[in-house]
């Protein structure tokens, strides 16, 4: 537990991961000024970023930005802040923002929980993709899973009306967990509809949804599901008001 501006809250990331490639290296120290934006206690102004003014989703954790890019790319008409702590995953976004011309796309470094709670105003964003979080499947470490009521919360509080929480994990018991926290956040509803029953497999829960289109099947997620692996999507949305 640290405490952060008088908020605690523990951390769902660990201090590993640091090694870089050449590639992810040099885009680190030659593109991070471009396209990335400094934490700072601070709403920013996503028109003065991307200079217009179009929806805004947020991504939390992109890994090594496979999947954020190719969302960017496919969706011009929106923009895209991808929030990461670790450098070498910032290093292979840069790159493939840099390789791809997009324009629609900016980074922060930086724990998501300040991220959330300073850099983003109430009602600011379309939409939150929370994709294959660390599932910290020992017991002991669940606290640390980054899907907690706390932060779901926090997050409903960014999303404009009719905004979208979009949470995607292989784990089973992480994916009962999502569904679980988001059922109970009085400002979301299920986007499937109907009524959300959770259980103690997944194979007991009614609400997961199907993955849309918009999330592209990642080459691990490909191999997961070659090997029988589960994938579960759990997308809440605003409720009316």
């Known amino acids: 537990m640290i405490e ?3 908020h605690p809250h523990i951390r769902s990331f660990s201090g590993r991961r640091g090694h870089f490639t050449a590639g992810q290296r040099l885009a680190y120290q030659t593109l991070l000024e471009h396209w990335s934006l400094p934490y700072r206690r601070a709403p920013l102004v996503p028109a003065d970023v991307f200079g217009r003014d179009a929806p805004l989703v947020l991504e939390i954790g992109f890994g090594m930005g496979e999947t954020t890019a190719q969302i960017a790319q496919r969706m011009p008409d929106t923009d895209f802040f991808g929030v990461e702590v670790y450098p070498a995953g910032v290093g292979s976004l840069l790159r493939r923002i840099d390789e791809a011309g997009l324009r629609n796309l900016r980074i922060v470094q ?10 983003l105003a109430p009602g600011t964003l379309a939409g939150v993709h929370v994709f294959f979080p660390d599932p910290w499947p020992k017991t002991r470490h669940h606290k640390r899973r980054l899907i907690q009521s706390p932060f779901v919360a926090l997050l409903a509080s960014r999303l404009a009306p009719g905004g979208y929480l979009h949470c995607a994990t292989d784990w089973e018991h992480y994916a009962v967990q999502m569904l679980d926290v988001m059922s109970r956040e009085p400002q979301l509803e299920n986007s499937v509809g109907g009524a959300t029953v959770v259980g103690e497999t997944a194979a007991d829960c009614v609400g997961f949804a199907p993955r849309p289109d918009y999330r592209p099947v990642t080459k691990f997620e490909k191999r997961g599901l070659r090997l029988g692996h589960g994938v579960w999507d759990v997308i809440f949305r605003m409720r009316p008001t």
């Open 110 to 119: 930086h724990d998501a929980v300040e991220v959330v709670r300073d850099m």
């Open 4 to 6: 952060t501006a008088g």
